[in-house]
């Protein structure tokens, strides 16, 4: 035996499931995560519930996208398609029937419950077996490592703050599922103690692992094209989300509605796209915004217009660890953020930016700062120059937990 094929018969399986690669931090997070392990040491499968996303075209070459059954790909995305087998005719009648029952019976918690009852029954176990399977994010990902994955070791992922998530989904399923799991990781100190003060018995499976950020990738992607929308005598507001409530995006609207009746030059500028898109356009109409924003859709390279724009507003109501604020940072460009519970986390109030209430008032005032106060402005800025915030080596942190 070769010692090419020695080594590889020694390398560690890895498999990352994920609902689809859209536009999200949760979905950046680990797009930059294949960027930067080590496939000397790591054969991966990449298994998506839905095979698209505005991030499918940044998955390595190494990583092994795995197709999907019929008895699963119409469980979460139906077509016409599912009509040519009898597995897709099965599987799409499966999620039509048990997605209305659900609704009809826990609402906001129909999609939880439709895995328990129904898709934990029917749907099959995955093909295969590794040494080490990762939910990449909360919800029927973890639930699938859990119940239909055969592997070593389980690992899942909580990418938001779990008191936010528990609004809507019931918090006895989870812990059910940590139970199921060797670790269960978060990316903020924050989130870490909400878990813990969560599931006090079971903190010692819980565990903090950042966000991967290549600076030196992210700066260079920043330099791909120029961005021509933005004009040279406003000032241009640049914020990055999905269009949904978690975003506050109806925050920033109001907040821009201020700013115009102050005669201030900005112009806010919004990359993405979500549920919430024409209820924010009829919002932006109905106050007569439409000179002042411009909703630009999804980037898959957004960073060219954080290089460019004059400041990163967050408006969100929550976040766990924003994948935006540290791009932005790399980038040295100033932040605003509103103080949802993570902020402080992430964001040094008065040196990365500014964090504010997260009100409509509170936004359109910092935003008043940061234009009408230079010497603030370019202390920010210059603050940010000087610092490096690029962490490809706590990679190493994530080999830790999938050796152990």
């Known amino acids: 035996m070769s010692f090419k094929n ?20 949760a979905e950046k997070s680990l797009v930059n995560l294949l960027n930067i392990i080590d496939y000397g040491k790591y054969k991966i499968d990449l298994l998506l519930l839905k095979r698209e996303g505005l991030f499918l075209d940044q998955i390595p070459m190494e990583v092994n996208l795995l197709p999907i059954a019929d008895s699963l790909r119409y469980a979460y995305k139906i077509d016409k398609s599912m009509f040519g087998s009898y597995l897709g005719m099965k599987t799409g009648m499966l999620r039509v029937m048990s997605t209305v029952l659900c609704k009809l019976l826990y609402k906001e918690k129909a999609r939880q419950q439709r895995w ?3 898709y934990k029954r029917f749907l099959p176990n995955l093909e295969g077996s590794y040494d080490v399977a990762v939910g990449f994010l909360e919800g029927d990902t973890s639930y699938y490592v859990i119940d239909k994955v055969n592997a070593l070791k389980k690992i899942l992922w909580i990418h938001n703050d779990f008191n936010e ?54 700066i260079k992607m920043s330099e791909e094209y120029k961005v021509t929308e933005f004009e040279k005598d406003k000032f241009n507001i640049l914020s990055i989300g999905r269009l949904t409530k978690q ?23 919004i990359i993405g796209s979500g549920e919430l898109e024409e209820q924010l356009k009829k919002q932006v109409k109905d106050n007569a ?88 402005y370019q202390k920010i800025k210059s603050y940010l120059e000087q610092h490096f915030y690029g962490n490809e080596k706590e990679i190493k942190k994530y080999y830790m937990i999938f050796e152990n």
């Open 6 to 25: 020695d080594k590889r018969s020694i390398m560690k399986k890895i498999l990352f499931v994920m609902p689809s690669l859209d536009g999200g931090g």
């Open 289 to 376: 915004l439409e000179e002042c924003i411009t909703f630009l859709g999804l980037k898959a390279n957004p960073y060219p217009y954080i290089k460019s724009c004059d400041l990163l507003v967050q408006s969100s109501r929550w976040e766990g660890k924003s994948v935006v604020l540290d791009e932005a940072k790399i980038l040295s460009k100033p932040i605003l953020a509103t103080s949802y519970s993570t902020v402080r986390d992430q964001l040094t109030d008065k040196k990365e930016g500014l964090i504010v209430d997260m009100t409509p008032n509170a936004i359109a005032e910092g935003i008043e700062v940061l234009m009408n106060d230079p010497d603030l």
């Open 165 to 218: 998530i528990k609004q809507n989904e019931d918090a006895n399923v989870y812990e059910e599922y940590f139970q199921g799991a060797d670790s269960v990781v978060t990316i903020s100190d924050k989130c870490l103690d909400i878990l813990k003060e969560n599931f006090p018995h079971l903190k010692n499976k819980f565990l903090c692992l950042p966000n991967l950020t290549s600076s030196s990738l992210l």
């Open 116 to 118: 328990i009852k129904f």
């Open 247 to 269: 975003k506050g995006y109806d925050l920033a609207i109001d907040a821009l509605k201020i700013l115009k009746e102050k005669n201030l030059d900005v112009h806010w500028w």
